[in-house]
Every structure is written in structure tokens, then in C-alpha cells.
């Protein structure tokens, strides 16, 4: 099974800010078949980056994703009040579809 | 629209079995699979399994072989995720979600609404 280990475990962040968060695996996802969610308080995660690098639709260009093998990044370009959550990155390319353990992105 | 809409909130004694549901509409079901996660008070996210809606091949967690079983309904358009055995630990929001059977089209997109399901005697 692969696991993924996210980093930080919280980033606290002004609104106008970039935010850079970190999904690493224990071993390399293949085709890079990995995903990213965002999920607030309440509600059902909600896809945001697939393929590592594809925003899904509907979702604003500040946020981006990148990496292959082991490192994969979400960089949020400047934060708006409503992107304050936590982001799950997940692999989808084995039998196993694991998920990291998240990334709180809360108000400094 | 796309759109997985689930069961309602369920309280279960220890012991006891639990079958959540969760009915696609807006696409043909039948073409993609669903996989089941969970989300235990203030934790992240655990997935449970998946089941393709085409051929109803199932792939279940490791940690819940033997209690977990995962079915579809083609005629309805609705799955379903039946835990046995239920422990405190198992108290949790369920959710469903719908993605390609292939690898190449993996990614969960819709989910479900959650489903809370409550383990306590």
C-alpha cells in the first residue's frame, strides 16, 4: 500500500498569501494518479486537481499542481478567504486508493 | 446534474450491521465505479473500498475484508456499502464517490452527501 504523507500539518496564512503544501509517497504513483480535495467543515471533500496537474472544473487558476514519483505539490497562488480548509492529496493508481493525512490552511 | 445522493443518518448498536446507499443520477451509472470513504469525528480521510457499477468487481481495504461488502443495483442506479460486526471506532461519516473503473480516469468526482452513522450502546 502507498502511503502519503502530507506536510505541514497546518499552515497559517494571511488572505493575499501563497500556500505551498506537500504530498509525499512512500513509494513512486504511477502516471503520476494523483489527486488533490479540498474539504470544509461540514461539507464533502471536493476535487480540485487530478493527474497531478489538472485543474478540475470550475476551479479558480490560483490553484495549481505539480510533481512526479514521490513529490507532488498544491500551490494556492494568493489566498482568498474561502480557500481557508484542509486539502487531502490521494493516489489512484494502485488497487489501493490511499489518502494523506491533510493539511489544515487556517487564518493567521 | 451529476449528482450521488445517500441515505440518512443511522444509529447502530455494537454488534450490529449497517447498509448505507448512495443513488447516482445524471450520468450513466454503469460506465463508472464507486468507491466508499470514510471520516471518523475529526479525522481524515479512510478509504473503504470500491465496486465497478459495470461488472461489479469489488476491491476492498485490507483492514475491513470480512466486514465490509459493497454492492450495486444497475436497475436503480444505487450502491450500496454494508458494514458488519460495528465497533465504537467504526462511528463516522461515510461517503460515497464516483470515478472512472480505469486508472487513467481514477479520480473521485462527484461525492456524496455523507452519511453519519453512529455506534454506541
Known amino acids: 500500500e502507498i502511503v502519503l504523507t502530507q506536510s505541514p500539518g497546518t499552515l497559517s496564512l494571511s488572505p493575499g498569501e501563497r500556500a505551498t503544501l506537500s504530498c509525499r509517497a512512500s513509494q513512486s504513483v504511477s502516471s503520476s494518479y494523483l489527486a488533490w480535495y479540498q474539504q470544509k467543515p461540514g461539507q464533502a471533500p471536493r476535487l480540485l486537481i487530478y493527474g497531478a496537474s489538472s485543474r478540475a472544473t470550475g476551479i479558480p487558476d490560483r490553484f495549481s499542481g505539480s510533481g512526479s514519483g514521490t513529490d507532488f505539490t498544491l500551490t494556492i497562488s494568493r489566498l482568498e478567504p474561502e480557500d481557508f480548509a484542509v486539502y487531502y492529496c490521494q493516489q489512484y493508481g494502485s488497487s489501493s486508493r490511499t489518502f494523506g493525512q491533510g493539511t489544515k490552511v487556517e487564518i493567521k | 446534474q451529476v449528482q450521488l445522493v445517500q441515505s440518512g443518518a443511522e444509529v447502530k448498536k455494537p454488534g450490529a450491521s449497517v447498509k448505507v446507499s448512495c443513488k447516482a443520477s445524471g450520468y450513466t451509472f454503469t460506465s463508472y465505479g464507486i468507491s466508499w470513504v470514510r471520516q471518523a469525528p475529526g479525522q481524515g480521510l479512510e478509504w473503504m473500498g470500491w465496486?465497478?457499477?459495470?461488472?461489479?468487481?469489488?476491491n476492498y481495504a485490507q483492514k475491513l475484508q470480512g466486514r465490509v461488502t459493497m454492492t450495486t443495483d444497475t436497475s436503480t442506479s444505487t450502491a450500496y456499502m454494508e458494514l458488519r460486526s460495528l465497533r465504537s471506532d467504526d462511528t463516522a461519516v461515510y461517503y460515497c464517490a464516483s470515478h472512472g473503473d480505469d486508472y487513467r480516469f481514477g479520480w473521485f468526482d462527484p461525492w456524496g452527501q455523507g452519511t453519519l452513522v453512529t455506534v454506541s450502546s
Open positions: 465496486i465497478s457499477a459495470y461488472n461489479g468487481n469489488t
